[in-house]
């Protein structure tokens, strides 16, 4: 049986994230907290296990913001799947609730279902805390899974750059305690367990971060620098194939110097793509300045195989 992966991160930080995702009629409470108004139609509340429900217009903006950055990769893009967003609501209501992100969470956890369950057990998780309202979009929620800052596997990053995704739901849920600390909890469902998809439109042969014109709000320099072959577009499992064990990467600026590549690793897991390269390029990039990425003997289908690409960050967006 294949393996997928099940991504999950904390992002404790002087931020909010708001959030939801479902239509609850039944249960809806109209916005209380003016504060939060701007996220959602109904307000989440794990004090009844109301979930609560995130506008249109949120969900538009975290799907508009992946599907430009899937743009600069050439990846195709995504699709919203309203019909599935009761699994990723009750996962963020859930965390929310519990403070504690689980893809697996105990069936005694508060606010616990069926649906939250498999909203966490299929989805990226994010957590974080404020002492103070401070405004922070769904779309540097998308940011951070992509950089996916202290997650040695990458898997945030892979998932949303995999080739072979085609929708995604989004929740979110805000909630503040007694001393007015905000905690807040997102959800993006980017797999499915039971129909995972095999086949992408994709017509390119890699996915590397960065790539091309990057914007600098999606990079972070001391973070890992990552790469994956796309065999097969009509077999997303055709990829597992691929080795990685004597490959070698460099990196050049467009002057001929060389920068110091260091903690190459690489692994055939299933987050996304099931092949991955990733290495620390040092702290020297420098803003408008081209570098280019060669990647030497790559194993794929017994053959050896030499890769190249180049990218510029961009310091105006």
């Not at 504060?35 to 989440?44: E, K, N």
């Not at 913001?65 to 995504?78: A, E, F, S, Y």
């Not at 469902?189 to 042969?205: A, L, M, P, V, Y």
Request: charged share 15%; hydrophobic share 35%; glycine share 6%.
């Amino acid at each position: 049986m294949k393996i997928l992966f099940k991504s999950m991160v904390a992002l404790i930080a002087i931020i909010t994230f708001s959030c939801s995702n479902t239509n609850n009629p039944q249960n809806c409470q109209k916005i209380l907290d003016p504060q939060l108004a701007i996220f959602y139609d109904c307000q989440p509340n794990p004090s009844n296990c109301t979930e609560g429900s995130v506008t249109a217009a949120e969900k538009t903006k975290v799907l508009n913001r992946l599907n430009q950055i899937r743009t600069i990769h050439g990846l195709p893009k995504v699709t919203y799947n309203f019909a599935e967003d009761n699994l990723v609501q009750k996962a963020a209501l859930l965390t929310l609730a519990n403070k504690v992100m689980t893809h697996q969470p105990s069936s005694v956890a508060h606010c616990f279902s069926d649906d939250a369950y498999n909203g966490c057990d299929q989805s990226n998780l994010w957590l974080g805390t404020a002492s103070a309202i401070y405004q922070f979009s769904s779309e540097q929620m998308v940011d951070s899974w992509l950089i996916d800052k202290d997650v040695l596997s990458l898997g945030h990053r892979r998932w949303m750059l995999n080739p072979y995704l085609s929708k995604i739901s989004f929740g979110r849920a805000d909630g503040f305690d007694a001393s007015t600390k905000l905690t807040c909890a997102g959800v993006i469902k980017i797999f499915d367990r039971k129909n995972q998809e095999i086949k992408t439109s994709f017509s390119g042969n890699y996915v590397a971060y960065p790539v091309n014109e990057y914007p600098k709000s999606l990079f972070n320099s001391k973070w890992y620098y990552s790469f994956s072959v796309v065999i097969d577009p009509n077999n997303l499992w055709a990829s597992q194939s691929v080795d990685y064990s004597s490959a070698s990467v460099t990196m050049v600026d467009e002057g001929g110097t060389a920068l110091s590549v260091s903690g190459i690793k690489y692994d055939n897991e299933g987050y996304g793509v099931p092949n991955s390269l990733q290495w620390l390029g040092g702290s020297s990039i420098q803003e408008s300045v081209k570098y280019n990425v060669t990647i030497k003997n790559v194993i794929v289908n017994g053959i050896s195989k030499n890769y190249s690409y180049w990218f510029k960050i961009n310091p105006t967006n």
